[in-house]
């Protein structure tokens, strides 16, 4: 048995709640721009994803017209954090609705380290920080999806961990990642599996002639 529901039956609230139950983990897109004034602002957006492999893109949505959106549209440019779990409290207290004129960097007891191609301040505490120019912004209803062009990624070295194949990567439990789930829920790394993807030349059953 399932619950069917209509999101123009239901309300845009009350689905919007809904979607941000059942789309889980997301991850945290930690947004660090400057105002065209000079003011530097931090916030957490849970609408993340990677846009595009080649040039690297990556992409975040803004729900409504929030200070990071307005900052971007007006600069161009902007950095996302990686939101680690040592940093959770911090991170929620950046969701806080701040006036413009205030950094959270200040408020909430962050240190802003200087980027290297962008003006945003990268967050000295996260362990990653990739910095990025607009590539374009889309309008949907009330929301707006920012995708920036990656200029610069700067990860912290004790992070990485080299593979039985000789690649060094970032390792996922050093990153210590957050993710949002609904309410005011968030979730930590929990176990990590591990699976091969089956080249269809080995697909039990194939034939070739």
Same mark, same amino acid.
């Given at each position: ?50 846009? =595009? ?27 996302? =954090? ?49 910095? =990025? ?77």
């Amino acid at each position: 048995m399932r619950t069917d529901l209509k999101p123009e039956e239901l309300g845009s609230g009350p689905f919007y709640k809904l979607l941000t139950s059942v789309v889980v983990p997301r991850p945290i897109a930690w947004v660090s721009t400057r105002s065209a004034e000079g003011v530097d602002n931090l916030a957490p957006h849970s609408f993340f994803t990677v846009s =595009c492999v080649d040039p690297p893109m990556i992409q975040f949505t803004s729900v409504g017209k929030k200070d990071s959106l307005r900052n971007v549209s007006q600069t161009r440019e902007f950095v996302v =954090c990686l939101a680690g779990e040592p940093m959770f409290e911090k991170i929620n207290a950046t969701g806080t609705d701040f006036p413009a004129e205030i950094s959270e960097f200040a408020s909430v007891g962050l240190t802003p380290e200087p980027s290297a191609t962008v003006a945003p301040y990268r967050v000295a505490e996260s362990p990653v920080a990739l910095e =990025c120019v607009l590539h374009a912004s889309i309008e949907l209803g009330n929301s707006t999806v920012v995708i920036g062009r990656v200029t610069h990624a700067s990860i912290d070295s004790d992070v990485f961990v080299t593979d039985a194949r000789g690649n060094s990567l970032p390792d996922v439990h050093r990153l210590a990642p957050l993710a949002r789930l609904g309410r005011n829920e968030w979730s930590r790394l929990g176990e990590v599996i591990e699976i091969t993807r089956i080249p269809y030349k080995d697909w039990p059953g194939h034939y070739e002639p």
